[in-house]
């Protein structure tokens, strides 16, 4: 069952409040997403580690529910 983009918003914002979460789908189903995420809680951190924060936001869904995301994420300005 392909997973609809406000799931995936919610779960990255309940994970991170301050996020701006910009979602697009690329194929044309809910199984490929692109993100890209901001948030202050990044700062500092590598970007490897900032893409971790967001896989352990979708609680183990990537991979299964969620097939594919292409992630990018920064910090605010």
């Keep these: 069952m392909p997973m609809p983009g ?4 919610a779960l990255i914002k309940a994970a ?3 996020a ?11 199984d490929h997403w692109r993100a890209h ?3 202050a809680a990044f700062a500092g951190r590598p970007r490897v580690a900032q893409h971790k924060m967001v896989y352990e936001a979708l ?3 990537m991979g299964g529910v969620l097939h ?5 994420t920064a ?3």
């Design 16 to 18: 991170l409040p301050d």
């Design 59 to 61: 609680g183990g869904r």
């Design 75 to 77: 910090v605010p300005n």
């Design 6 to 9: 406000e799931e995936i918003e």
């Design 37 to 39: 995420v901001v948030s």
């Design 20 to 30: 701006v979460v910009e979602l697009s789908r690329f194929g044309d189903d809910d």
């Design 68 to 72: 594919a995301l292409q992630l990018t």
